[in-house]
């Protein structure tokens, strides 16, 4: 039988270390947002030998006087993000210009937002999240019948989402990875993953509970071990098929796709992870801290 409890507090020492330093990277150096959310024009293109100073002096005249950003990989392909919403004319113009500029000019992406719909777009984001969020927390909460089960499962899931953006920070600041659209799908698809795996978990402590006629810290602790331990080569085996899809997408795609299969496949070991060793435990130490008032 897997002790899940006795090992607790080195999982929690874990979940803060990596917390911690994701963190220190978003709080210092930030997340680059895409022009989804800044607003701004973007575009993606292949060409023959780009060189980063020659876009720039082609760029400039679009930009007027705002800051432009210019990412070339393999001399082949370039995106430039200016921080300023290009009308149509200005947009078949500065393609015009790069295709006469850049040999084997090839378009891959052009994404021009207005601020203001960047900004509508970040509301609404938050506000989908907050309300999964509730959704989520009020089902186990009926599901179950016990506000400490919905409680450890929001804290589980809120656990997984605040590591994956620490992470996304790193990448942000190493690789210069932009929070786009498809990542912010990432993490409402991770709130489900991991929220499957809890409630599996949830349900088992229920069944076990059931033959304890009075519930103590003891018989708590031994049930929330037996029900980890009988669901937990199950998750592990589901896992692992996840993973494997996952990891075989982020091999054959590039650009935002590449991210997103790295999100999902990041979420898929989070969800793994946190459903026994943090949902569970905080069920635990929620509990017993009940049973430990009721004694007194």
Do not use: C
């Not at 039988?1 to 979940?15: E, G, V």
């Not at 800044?38 to 980063?52: C, L, M, Q, R, S």
């Not at 679009?62 to 947009?91: G, M």
């Not at 299969?261 to 989070?270: C, F, H, P, Y």
């Amino acid at each position: 039988m897997i002790n899940i409890i006795k090992i607790r507090f080195i999982t929690y020492t874990l979940s803060l270390i990596t917390i911690f330093i994701g963190f220190y990277f978003v709080f210092n150096y930030g997340i680059k947002f895409s022009t989804e959310f800044t607003g701004g024009t973007t575009i993606t293109f292949e060409g023959d030998t780009i060189k980063k100073e020659e876009l720039k002096n082609i760029i400039t005249p679009f930009a007027k006087d705002t800051n432009i950003e210019i990412r070339v990989k393999d001399l082949k392909t370039a995106t430039i993000k200016i921080p300023k919403s290009l009308d149509n004319k200005e947009v078949e113009q500065m393609q015009k210009t790069l295709k006469d500029s850049v040999k084997g000019f090839v378009l891959q992406d052009l994404i021009v937002v207005e601020p203001n719909v960047g900004k509508e777009l970040i509301n609404k984001t938050l506000v989908a999240i907050a309300l999964s969020i509730i959704v989520i927390f009020l089902f186990v909460w009926k599901s179950f019948g016990d506000i400490t089960s919905s409680t450890a499962a929001i804290i589980a899931m809120l656990h997984d989402v605040v590591i994956l953006i620490g992470i996304f920070g790193i990448f942000s600041y190493v690789y210069g990875t932009e929070l786009d659209l498809l990542i912010v799908t990432a993490i409402l698809t991770l709130l489900s993953f991991s929220l499957y795996d809890t409630i599996v978990i949830f349900d088992e402590i229920r069944k076990i509970k059931k033959k304890f006629k009075a519930q103590n810290i003891q018989n708590l602790q031994e049930t929330i071990n037996t029900a980890v331990s009988k669901v937990f080569v199950r998750s592990i085996n589901n896992s692992i098929t996840s993973i494997i899809a996952l990891f075989s997408l982020a091999l054959f795609v590039e650009g935002q796709l590449f991210w997103f299969s790295v999100a999902l496949l990041i979420g898929v070991i989070l969800g793994t992870y946190s459903s026994p060793f943090i949902a569970s435990t905080i069920y635990y130490d929620i509990q017993k801290l009940l049973l430990s008032k009721k004694k007194k």
